[in-house]
């Protein structure tokens, strides 16, 4: 039986219209609450009434609809640059190259939807959008060698999506890259670089592209953003561990972890300077900025050389060399010549979600 869900509040003017969400699914039951560890497995892993998980069963929370009440977008439909009239060069798109294959993912539309299963150059992956916090993230869809899908769990955890993948039923944090209960608890996903920029930008940089049309399956009124002025309004609707005032709420930032030390980057930051060269734990890195609201990182240690980058002349060049580097990191004249950088996943999103995940980060101040 066909059912609706309207979910509204009055936090904030227009944060978000009445939202009516279409699902064929019957409401999904609870996890247990009872937090009476029954156990630690071999692995470290608290079992609570036979459930394995990694964090506090009362944190995660129902966020409105059911599972699989957003649904992902199973079988996507694609058009090339000829079909993409209903498309805006401002339009926000996650953008992904992979093995010479670039596809687009228009948030309108993952909105709707907050997960997509694809294949793209011959990866499996998952492209994945939380719209309460902003956090955009693709992983190889990849476990235990097997290819599975992903669904929306109906679930938050410090506000933000929590998938669940159609092999073992785990619950995954989008955040994380990581399953927080069920038999795969505690496992990651490996997560592929991808970019966050305007349609106008990316088909600059890759003309021949794919991208996702709202030929979905279901209906839904692509055109309109239900979220209203969230984006920008200080005011966190779902509950969330650790805040943090070093920044706005809803500031865009990049987070990064290597080892066990976290670091956030404003995105504005890394547009006003062009290029960052920092060093995370012992990982030395460059980002890129040449294009509103996107950025990418690279590891700067190329064969055994800590290069350092400045943008001289409207070109990437590394000190060391003077070698000339394209915006994919790859030298493109000079004495490094068809060297290539390798690309580096972060995290990108609200500074409120990174903060809660991670309240020890460090923030990059620039000079």
């Known amino acids: 039986m066909l059912k609706y869900i309207i979910t509204a509040t009055g936090i904030g003017v227009g944060i978000f219209a009445a939202l009516i969400i279409l699902f064929p699914s019957p409401v999904s039951e609870p996890l247990p609450l009872s937090e009476t560890t029954q156990g630690i497995d071999s692995n470290g892993i608290m079992v609570t009434d036979g459930l394995k998980h990694i964090v506090p069963l009362d944190k995660i929370?129902?966020?409105?609809?059911?599972?699989?009440?957003?649904?992902?977008?199973?079988?996507?439909?694609?058009?090339?640059?000829?079909?993409?009239?209903?498309?805006?060069?401002?339009?926000?798109?996650?953008?992904?190259?992979?093995?010479?294959?670039?596809?687009?993912y228009p948030l309108s539309i993952l909105v709707w939807h907050e997960i997509v299963n694809d294949n793209v150059g011959g990866t499996p992956v998952a492209v994945t959008y939380c719209p309460l916090c902003f956090t955009n993230q693709v992983f190889e869809r990849i476990l235990n060698g097997k290819e599975v899908e992903?669904?929306?769990?109906?679930?938050?955890?410090?506000?933000?999506?929590?998938?669940?993948?159609?092999?073992?039923?785990?619950?995954?944090?989008?955040?994380?890259?990581?399953?927080?209960?069920?038999?795969?608890?505690?496992?990651?996903?490996?997560i592929i670089p991808f970019d966050v920029i305007s349609w106008g930008d990316w088909i600059s940089l890759h003309p021949e592209t794919l991208v996702l049309t709202t030929e979905t399956g279901h209906i839904r009124a692509?055109?309109?953003?239900?979220?209203?002025?969230?984006?920008?309004?200080?005011?966190?609707?779902?509950?969330?561990?650790?805040?943090?005032?070093?920044?706005?709420?809803?500031?865009?930032?990049?987070?990064?972890?290597?080892?066990?030390?976290?670091?956030?980057?404003?995105?504005?930051?890394?547009?006003?300077?062009?290029?960052?060269?920092?060093?995370?734990?012992?990982?030395?890195?460059?980002?890129?900025?040449?294009?509103?609201?996107?950025?990418?990182?690279?590891?700067?240690n190329v064969e055994g050389q800590v290069l350092e980058f400045d943008f001289s002349d409207n070109k990437i060049i590394d000190l060391q060399t003077s070698s000339v580097w394209n915006y994919d990191g790859?030298?493109?004249?000079?004495?490094?010549?068809?060297?290539?950088?390798?690309?580096?996943?972060?995290?990108?999103?609200?500074?409120?979600?990174?903060?809660?995940?991670?309240?020890d980060t460090e923030v990059f101040e620039k000079s």
Request: hydrophobic share 35%.
């Open 222 to 300: 692509y055109g309109v953003d239900p979220y209203g002025d969230y984006y920008t309004d200080p005011r966190i609707i779902f509950p969330v561990d650790h805040k943090d005032d070093r920044m706005h709420p809803k500031e865009i930032i990049l987070g990064f972890r290597e080892g066990e030390t976290y670091k956030a980057y404003k995105q504005s930051d890394i547009e006003s300077e062009k290029i960052v060269n920092d060093k995370i734990n012992e990982t030395v890195i460059v980002l890129f900025s040449m294009y509103t609201g996107n950025a990418r990182a690279f590891d700067r």
């Open 150 to 190: 992903f669904g929306t769990s109906g679930k938050l955890y410090n506000s933000n999506l929590v998938m669940y993948d159609r092999l073992t039923d785990s619950y995954w944090s989008q955040a994380l890259g990581m399953a927080i209960t069920g038999d795969l608890t505690g496992q990651d996903l490996k």
């Open 61 to 104: 929370k129902g966020g409105g609809p059911p599972k699989d009440g957003i649904p992902s977008i199973d079988d996507p439909q694609f058009t090339t640059l000829s079909g993409s009239s209903f498309m805006k060069h401002s339009d926000i798109v996650i953008g992904l190259e992979i093995n010479g294959e670039a596809k687009a």
């Open 330 to 359: 790859i030298a493109i004249s000079g004495e490094l010549e068809g060297l290539e950088l390798n690309r580096l996943p972060f995290n990108p999103g609200f500074w409120f979600e990174w903060i809660a995940f991670h309240p």
